[in-house]
Structure formats: C-alpha cells, structure tokens
C-alpha cells in the first residue's frame, strides 16, 4: 500500500464535510495537526508551532509526554476497560493520590469522563447534600455543554438550548477592568462580592444549595478576582446554608504556580471538580469531596467510561510528573517571565487594554484604544493578533463574553526560550497589525 500522505486540506475537507458544527475551524484556514513534542506541534503539511493554548490546556506536562504515553501504553497491553463497577487498581491509586493532593480537607473522589460532567455532579451533591435547588454561579463563567452545564454558564454564545434546567443565579463577575459598578479596587470594597447577598435574597428562596467557582474564569476571558473577593463569596453563600464548588477544571494542576488555583485565595473548597490538565489530554474528569457530602447520594451512580484504567493510567503519571518535576513552580517562573514580557507589549501597542491572569493562565484584552480611554471590545484586531501569530508560529487561544481575549497558556513544561519565542511572535503580530490600522 503506497497511499498519499493526507495534507492540511485533505483533513479539512473531511471535516468540513461529516462533522457539525461544519465550519468549526478556530481559524480562517484550519490547523489540521499531525504530530507533537513538549510544547510543539506540526500540521500536516509540515509547518511547525509553538502550542501555547496547549489543547485548550489538557497538555499539561507536553505533547507525547515519554512517561505519560509509557504509562499509557503498559495499561493498554494489561487492561483496557471494565467499567466502574469492578475496582481496578489504576482508579484506585489516582482516587488515593487526588484526595492527599486536593485542596482542603476532601476525602472522597468519584470520575467521570468531561468538564461539563464533573461540575454537573458537583452541583446534583451540592443539592443532595443540601437538601436545596439553587445554585450561584458568575456572569461570564462557564461550566460545560450538558443542559445544566448551559444553564450554569453565564455567557450567552454557548447557550444552545432555551430551558435553564437548573436554578443557576447568576452573580457579577469579579471583572475589575469591566467593573459591573464602575468601581475600582480597592476602594470598591468588594461591592461585585457584596452584591451576592442582594442576589440570594432578591433571586432566591433565601436558601442556596451552593455557588460554583472558577478560580480564573477561563472561557470568560482569563478574569482573575482581586484578594478577598472569593473569600467574602463563599463566606456569604455558605452563610445561606450553601457548599462551595471550586471548579478547577482549567486552573488545577498546577497551571497557576500552586497546585490549586484556590490556593492563592486561603479558601478551602468543600467539592473540586477537575478534567482538562488532569491527564495530558486524556477524557478523564473527577469530584472530590467530603465524606458527609459523598454521603449525600443515594441514587445509583455510574460513569459507564469514568475512571477508564488507561485514562487514569495517563492521569496517575501525568500527576506525578507534575510533582515531582515541579512543574507548578516551573509554571510559576514561567509565568512570570511571560507576564511581564505582555505587560511590556501593553506599554507599547494601545489596542491591548488589559494584561492579566496567574502563572501560566494568561489573557490579553484586545480594545480600541487604551490611551486614549476608549475600552470598546475590539473583535476584528483580536482575530487579526491571532491570524497573525499563527502565521508566524505561535498557536494561542481566543475567550471572552466579547471574544476579545487572547488566551495564552502552554504546557507546564515550557522553557524561558519558548515563552521568550512567543512574546517575539506577539510583538511582531502587534507590530503588523498596528500599521495597518
Ligand atoms: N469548567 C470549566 C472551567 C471549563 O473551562 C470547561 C471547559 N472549557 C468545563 C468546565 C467543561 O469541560 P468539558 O469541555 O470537558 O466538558
């Protein structure tokens, strides 16, 4: 058989053709990929990247990660699937290891296969356990494309459906460069914060199951809160007799410089939802939880894939790479050195308004133009700094209610080189694209 090697167009034809939505394609001409090392991959045509949304941040310890794909290939050859409901030893070790790793004092884990998942069964719990229907969740978050994931995701474009199957009220997102009040911080006192008791008592049977929060809101456009904000958040719901549910699906796993991204808050979750990251890229999601609130399901409770002892095989070793390599303090440094490259292009290109997020989580808001005030989401100039970049090398994601947030986030293992690599390609994007203006 001597069959022609498939090129970029030859893929997305395919694409285009059999699947739906037909014109998923993030760019104008699609970025078919064939192939991936550490923080690199290649199309098929050969053209090679730099990753830096890292599929869609799943790719936590590289692309075709030697310890994570040896670990992936033994479980293969020894078991491939059984399904929940007969232990295997894989699970068991990742359930053991999640719960000394999660943040607080969580005791309990149970696994699913997706983000939207996950947070769904964090919700049902926080229900069950609670004996309430309402759930806070925040403006501009998001929590999955299941009906409840919908429901609980405060941004319009991902709505699909029309019925809001849960009781999900909706707070003010902690977005300081858009101040829902117009304030600023500090001297805002937390009134975003504040204004989630107005909520429950205006919105609300008075009584909340729970809130649910990311400590950065990812899709949202990488909105990171100011101090104090989760903390007075979670003081306030859990004086309504709620639970707090710390969505880490994009921020765990060492992605922000600390294993949690609540560890930068002094909150301890009372149930963690986690995917993406978790795994290398692997479907693998998990709850953690206390034992009383674990307790609280009685119903059956079965993932038919959750828990797949090749996933949790990648999951295992993709953990203890992190651990042990010190990935999240690697995160950290990078981060830093990332982050002040962008604040560097801030000063310099006057449609970047913004510049924020923790470690390697980093968004940048694209506006008309910042010194002269005028904040106004710029669309067209964000997807031509994306076009631009990605024609040059540089492969980054795209978020915000407004879609006007590059969001930037490789691999935990990036080197110095790459992030300094990527902040070059930026700036030229920026540069080309401030001349045509
Ligand atoms: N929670 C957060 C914070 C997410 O970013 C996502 C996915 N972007 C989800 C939940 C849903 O995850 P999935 O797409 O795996 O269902």
């Known amino acids: 058989m001597n069959e022609k090697k498939p090129s970029v167009a030859d893929v997305a034809s395919k694409y285009k053709q059999y699947l739906f939505p037909s014109v998923a394609t993030y760019y104008a001409e699609p970025v078919a990929i064939e192939s991936g090392k550490g923080c690199q991959v290649r199309d098929f045509d050969g053209k090679t990247y730099l990753d830096f949304f890292g ?22 050859d020894r078991l491939g699937h ?27 884990a149970f696994f699913c296969a997706s983000g939207s998942e996950a947070d769904e069964t ?9 004996g309430r229907q309402e759930v806070i969740a925040l403006r501009h978050g998001y929590s999955g494309r299941t009906m409840l994931g919908q429901a609980l995701t405060g941004h319009s474009s991902y709505r699909q459906s029309t019925s809001q ?5 909706h707070a003010h997102a902690p977005y300081c460069y858009r101040c829902p009040f117009g304030l600023a911080y500090p001297s805002c006192e937390l009134r975003c914060a504040q204004d989630v008791e107005e909520l429950i008592r205006t919105t609300t049977t008075g009584q909340v199951a729970g809130v649910v929060i990311e400590p950065i809101l990812g899709v949202g456009g990488v909105i990171a809160p100011p101090p104090g904000w989760m903390q007075l958040v979670v003081d306030i719901v859990r004086r309504y007799g709620g639970v ?34 978790i795994a290398n890229g692997y479907p693998i999601s998990a709850v953690v939880t206390t034992a009383p609130i674990a307790g609280a399901w009685r119903a059956g409770n079965i993932a038919t894939f ?25 995160a950290g440094a990078m981060g830093k050195i990332l982050r002040e490259g962008l ?22 808001e694209i506006v008309r133009d910042e010194k002269a005030g005028d904040r106004t989401p710029a669309v067209e100039t964000t997807v031509a700094a994306f076009e631009e970049a990605r024609r040059r090398g540089l492969l980054v994601g795209r978020g915000g209610l407004y879609s006007n947030v590059l969001r930037i986030a490789p691999p935990l293992v990036v080197t110095a080189r790459e992030v300094d690599d990527a902040l070059g390609i930026l700036d030229e994007s920026f540069a080309a694209i401030s001349e045509r203006r």
């Not at 549910?245 to 979750?269: A, I, K, L, N, Y």
């Not at 604040?343 to 940048?364: F, N």
Request: charged share 20%; hydrophobic share 45%.
């Open 55 to 76: 599929g869609i941040l799943t790719v936590s310890v590289g692309h075709a990660n030697e310890r994570v794909n040896a670990a992936v290939r033994a479980q293969m």
């Open 165 to 169: 199957v849960a009781a999900a009220k």
């Open 122 to 130: 964090a919700v049902a719990l926080a229900q069950a356990h609670t």
């Open 244 to 277: 707090f549910v710390c969505d880490e699906v994009q921020t765990g796993f060492g992605r922000t410089g600390t294993m949690w991204g609540v560890d930068h808050e002094g909150v301890e979750p009372d149930i963690v939802t986690m995917a993406k990251g």
């Open 306 to 330: 959750g828990g797949n002892p090749i996933a949790c095989a990648a999951a295992n070793a993709t953990i203890d790479t992190i651990v042990e390599e010190r990935l999240a303090d690697n």
């Open 82 to 108: 059984v399904s929940t409901v007969y232990p295997t030893l894989p699970l068991a070790s990742l359930a053991e290891k999640l719960v000394k790793l999660a943040p607080g004092a969580l005791e309990k």
């Open 343 to 364: 604040e560097s292009l801030k000063a310099k290109y006057t449609v970047i308004g913004d510049v924020r997020g923790r470690g390697l989580m980093q968004g940048v």
